[in-house]
């Protein structure tokens, strides 16, 4: 094994991130339902939110771990934060938890 294979993975967890612009994102959730978690607090969720989300606040972590393992993991899920921050840690904890394919909205709700 070399130094840089073991420094950089095949298969590393940017490969299961996709970061999407407002448009491309707006595209994506809207063809069919899709698995889409606004991981801000509850607050920040009843002051608004996407229409359809569901809120599973990042700072919760039991909550937060035990919401996604009940999620399909072959599954698309898009996530959402207010600026993006949380989200990206959020994607990087599902692809350890074996999910494949995480779309992140950039720069967050705030974006929207």
């Known amino acids: 094994m070399s130094i840089f294979s ?9 490969d299961a991130i996709q970061i999407l612009d407002r448009d491309a994102y707006k595209n994506a959730i809207s063809k069919a339902k899709v698995q889409l978690v606004d991981v801000r607090t509850a607050g920040e969720f009843r002051a608004g939110h996407i229409k359809g989300a569901r809120n599973v606040d990042y700072f919760q972590s039991s909550a937060f771990g035990e919401a ?13 934060c207010q600026s993006g921050n949380r989200s990206q840690k959020a994607a ?3 692809v350890d938890m074996g999910f494949s394919e995480v779309y992140d909205l ?7």
């Open 68 to 80: 996604f393992s009940k999620m399909k993991k072959d599954e698309p899920v898009y996530l959402y």
């Open 92 to 94: 990087r904890k599902l």
């Open 6 to 14: 073991f420094l950089f993975p095949k298969g590393n967890q940017s």
């Open 106 to 112: 950039r720069g967050g709700y705030r974006m929207w």
